[in-house]
């Protein structure tokens, strides 16, 4: 019998699996461990880590929005640095006048 200690109080029974206390080990004390339900939310969460790692190239669109948008975190990226970049020559001239 295989157990993975979760933390400092439950541990899951790898071949069941069970999840139970560890002072309760011997008793009949245990929580039933939904796996399909928990497979389900961590396909969810893959492919929100999906959509934030392809959100990363610049070239792509986001999955939310409409068609004929392609290259716009590229566009938005540029225009962000060029107002950036206004702002800190103001900034410069400024100071130096």
């Known amino acids: 019998m295989a157990n993975v200690i979760i933390d400092e109080e439950l541990i899951l029974n790898v071949d069941t699996g069970v999840i139970g206390l560890k002072s309760n080990q011997e008793e009949n004390d245990q929580l039933v461990l ?3 339900e928990l497979n389900d939310e961590i396909d969810k969460l893959e492919v929100a880590i999906t ?3 392809e959100s990363f190239d610049p070239n ?3 999955s939310l929005s409409q068609q ?3 290259g716009i975190y590229l566009k938005q990226g540029l225009i962000t640095n060029i107002i950036i970049g206004i702002v800190i020559a103001l900034i410069v001239i400024v100071l130096i006048v």
Do not use: A, K, M
């Open 60 to 62: 792509t669109v986001s």
């Open 51 to 53: 959509n934030l790692e």
């Open 68 to 70: 004929g948008r392609e």
């Open 34 to 36: 939904p796996i399909e």
